[in-house]
């Protein structure tokens, strides 16, 4: 039966947890969904393949619509529910149970892959600029560090949700030296520094990057100053629906992630936008790092074309349960 009611509670929980940002940042988000995924699979009552599939692909319909820009969302789903085999509900069980462990594996790999290839763009005495808090990103510079580079990092607050303070943390550990600014100082700051490190959540075939809201702006101003615009990113968030024509939705936030209730009852009514993601052009990249080694934006095409060919459907989407419903 295809409703809400069968949904695990991981299922559910997970959803929530990735509307409500306590899981964010693309690779986490694509980790856990295929977890959770997992968690259907193995807490399946269904008695045919049928029931069992409908349940599967209901539980990716309410993981997938959680938040729409990070691709690296769909691409898990995708993953974990193309080609599995068996003709019990079982073996279809050991089937998504053996995808997700193979995806969660992969997943890891591609990013310590990705992470040793970015630590070569670092030199001793370096300074890196970072935006958000990402985890291909700090994967560059964690490499970096075990491999004795001695690095500096001046870090991005990034409004509306400090993730910038998980990079500083993160930093810190790693005893490299944090300055932490506000948003607004970076284009100051951008003469003290060699590189310009990021994330993204989804890339699109023509070598645009989808990422935190201020990437584009910074990236501008980075090449303007002559620092390179580096975007660490493994595979998983090639987007290739973008193959076909399609464009990356950005998420649109609440208004209170901006401005608190007690603020805006001192300022009086006003509209709030809160787009949660941009797009920076290819033409402001430098390079794109991902596992299978660093690629000039326009050319990553090449690998999104190898890697996912046209199988771009999503085997979930007819209408279904959402969080709300059941
Ligand atoms: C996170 C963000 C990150 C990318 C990449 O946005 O923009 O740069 O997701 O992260 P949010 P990772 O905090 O809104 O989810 O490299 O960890 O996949």
């Known amino acids: 039966m295809d409703d809400a009611s069968n949904l695990a509670p991981e299922v559910r929980e997970t959803a929530q947890r990735i509307a409500d940002m306590e899981i964010r940042g693309a690779a986490t988000i694509a980790d856990a969904a295929a977890t959770a995924l997992g968690a259907q699979a193995a807490a399946s009552d269904a008695t045919t393949p049928s029931a069992f599939r409908a349940e599967l692909d209901a539980a990716a319909r ?23 085999e068996g003709d019990t509900v079982a073996e279809l069980r050991q089937s998504v149970q053996r995808r997700v462990a193979t995806f969660r594996d992969d997943l890891d790999d591609a990013q310590e892959r990705l992470g040793r290839i970015g630590a070569g763009r670092f030199t001793d005495g370096d300074t890196v600029l970072t935006h958000c808090h990402s985890t291909d990103a700090m994967a560059c510079l964690e490499a970096a560090v075990e491999a004795g580079t001695d690095l500096e990092a001046v870090v991005k607050e990034t409004r509306p949700r400090n993730q910038g303070h998980i990079t500083a943390r993160r930093l810190r550990e790693l005893d490299v030296p944090v300055t932490l600014i506000v ?82 009852a001192d ?40 890697l996912f060919g046209e199988r771009v459907e999503e085997p979930w989407s007819d209408s279904g349960p959402s969080l709300n419903d059941g």
């Open 183 to 264: 948003d607004n100082a970076a284009h100051q700051f951008l003469d003290d520094v060699d590189h310009l490190l990021c994330g993204a959540d989804s890339i699109a075939a023509d070598g645009s990057v989808v990422n935190k809201i201020g990437t584009a702006g910074l990236a501008v101003s980075a090449r303007d100053r002559g620092v390179p615009v580096v975007v660490a990113a493994q595979s998983i968030k090639l987007h290739p629906k973008t193959l076909t024509g399609a464009a990356v939705k950005i998420e649109q936030r609440a208004a209170e992630e901006v401005l608190d209730e007690e603020a805006r």
């Open 62 to 84: 309410t993981l997938h619509d959680t938040r729409p820009t990070a691709v690296s969302l769909p691409n898990a789903l995708r993953y974990v529910l193309n080609d599995i």
């Open 267 to 306: 300022i009086g009514d006003i509209d709030v936008a809160n787009p949660a993601f941009d797009v920076t052009p290819p033409r402001h990249v430098d390079a794109i790092v991902t596992e299978h080694g660093q690629f000039p934006p326009e050319s990553v095409v090449v690998l999104m074309r190898e």
